[in-house]
């Protein structure tokens, strides 16, 4: 059975703050790591990670894969308010076909305070 | 913009009744999904489809069918309710083989009680 863990499951930081969000898995047939974050609605596609060792980046976002050791982080530099939400970790992997399933961690709920 | 549409916003149900839950795309995705998320538990898959009237289990099936019958509608049938399936219902859609850029709806907050 394919399970995503992620850590913390809750932060509360002050704003200026950077943060790093973590995510371990084991998968079978692993295709990529997808960070996601959820707001009050639906969630939202952040990054899309498939190689070890690249950065991505957005603004102040960013994010890195180690496939040797199965984790992702996502680091939040310089934290504002509107950066409070939960972020979701999910692995994509092959499910048979050309067909493919997320399998999504519990999140992290972050909380930036003023 | 693409638009993934769910039927209700809030339902209140009772133990034993049959509930649809209705999800529609318009982007004419081949591919659409039906998760419930649950405080401490994350967001789990319950079934999937990669085509009308295919349907794929999900990680947790159990008490739930679905039906697709047209490409741009995913239903989502509870046979009889229970109290342990009040969550909120979230539907998604992608194009084949672009699982991870997942389209949600709002979500459905169901209550069994």
């Known amino acids: 059975e394919d399970k995503v863990v992620q850590s913390p499951l809750s932060l509360v930081v002050h704003e200026g703050d950077t943060v790093t969000l973590n995510c371990s898995y084991e998968?079978?047939?692993?295709?990529?790591l997808l960070w996601y974050k959820q707001e009050k609605k639906a969630p939202t596609f952040l990054f899309m990670l498939t190689s070890s060792g690249i950065e991505k980046k957005s603004g102040r976002l960013s994010s890195i894969l180690d496939k040797k050791e199965l984790f992702s982080i996502l680091n939040i530099t310089a934290t504002q308010t509107g950066d409070s939400a939960i972020y979701l970790c999910?692995?994509?992997?092959?499910?048979?076909?050309?067909?493919?399933?997320?399998?999504f961690g519990k999140g992290t709920l972050l909380t930036v305070n003023p | 913009d693409v638009k993934v549409t769910q039927s209700s916003r809030y339902l209140v149900k009772r133990t034993g009744e049959k509930v649809f839950l209705e999800c529609v795309q318009d982007?004419?995705?081949?591919?659409m999904f039906w998760y419930r998320q649950d405080p401490g538990l994350g967001l789990r898959l319950i079934y999937f489809s990669y085509d009308v009237k295919m349907k794929e289990k999900g990680d947790i099936p159990e008490g739930y069918s679905v039906s697709r019958e047209k490409k741009e509608r995913f239903s989502l049938i509870l046979e009889s309710a229970s109290t342990n399936q009040t969550s909120m219902y979230l539907c998604?859609?992608?194009?084949?083989?672009?699982?991870?850029?997942?389209?949600f709806g709002p979500g459905t907050r169901l209550t069994v009680t």
């Open positions: 999910a692995v994509e992997a092959w499910s048979g076909g050309s067909n493919y399933k997320l399998t």
């Open positions: 982007m004419d995705h081949e591919n």
């Open positions: 998604a859609s992608s194009w084949t083989g672009v699982s991870y850029e997942q389209y």
């Open positions: 998968v079978t047939n692993f295709r990529s």
